[in-house]
């Protein structure tokens, strides 16, 4: 990918080598956003937003905004990022929120205290944390599910049902958007949710033609990672400070970056 930046937007000049008439296209008259893994980072979320609707300020009339999931975890601030999407959202955008797998792992466990020492090593800590929610000493089941009640009582109630509500994946034009990635050689309407929230290297080491360009997340690049059959945007927000947005238009593509 040979890209400039300026001002936060990074501009692709080159990375689908195809003739222009075969090149991937969205829907006409409209500019579709997608947005990497937030994990936390109100903060980054709130300025992502700011640029984004500076940016649409010229968009068609159609704007659309497609998040890859992974609102929670890691960061320290799960709760404000869900608060934000939900009483601050991008008023005249379709919004499309798509499940991570860190969304999957919060549900199970409300559904089963049991995974919580899986999903305290991939960062639900943090999450209790921003919910008011301490961790219930011991490691033993009992402990957990205690804590697991705590954390049902303290979750709102329309916090819970945008978790419950999330999509699996989202399309526009010649592009399919999904938290993780698909499985090669499985039909796009016949993938399962495990693939679609999981997947790495069965999906990222594929260099064979997919039904649509896969715009994803849940893999971390230090830039947005550009194929001919995929586009990476999990740029390790809760680390680095980058959240990433695609934005695709007619033929185009750019990024806006914190």
């Avoid at 320290?76 to 991008?90: F, G, M, Q, W």
């Amino acid at each position: 990918m040979i890209g400039t930046r300026d001002g936060g937007v990074r501009r692709l000049m080159s990375g689908w080598r195809r003739s222009r008439s075969s090149e991937p296209t969205v829907p006409a008259d409209s500019r579709i956003y997608a947005i990497g893994d937030i994990h936390g980072r109100a903060d980054l979320l709130a300025v992502l937003h700011r640029m984004i609707r500076a940016d649409a300020e010229q968009a068609p009339a159609r704007r659309v905004v497609v998040y890859l999931g992974d609102y929670v975890d890691r960061g320290l601030r799960s709760r404000e990022v869900i608060d934000l999407l939900l009483s601050a959202p991008l008023d005249g955008f379709d919004r499309i929120h798509l499940k991570g797998n860190h969304e999957g792992a919060l549900l199970e466990f409300l559904h089963d205290g049991r995974i919580g020492p899986v999903w305290m090593r991939v960062g639900g800590d943090a999450t209790l944390a921003s919910y008011g929610v301490p961790r219930v000493a011991g490691v033993d089941a009992a402990a957990f599910e205690e804590t697991r009640q705590r954390f049902a009582e303290a979750l709102p109630e329309d916090h819970a049902r945008f978790l419950r509500r999330l999509a699996l994946w989202h399309e526009e034009g010649d592009y399919r958007f999904v938290h993780a990635g698909v499985r090669p050689g499985v039909p796009l309407d016949g993938q399962s949710e495990e693939d679609l929230l999981w997947i790495r290297d069965d999906f990222l080491l594929h260099r064979g033609r997919l039904e649509r360009v896969i715009v994803h997340g849940h893999t971390i690049t230090d830039e947005p990672d550009v194929q001919l059959n995929r586009i990476g945007i999990d740029t390790g927000a809760f680390a680095t400070g980058r959240l990433t947005c695609l934005v695709l238009e007619g033929t185009e593509r750019r990024f806006l970056m914190t």
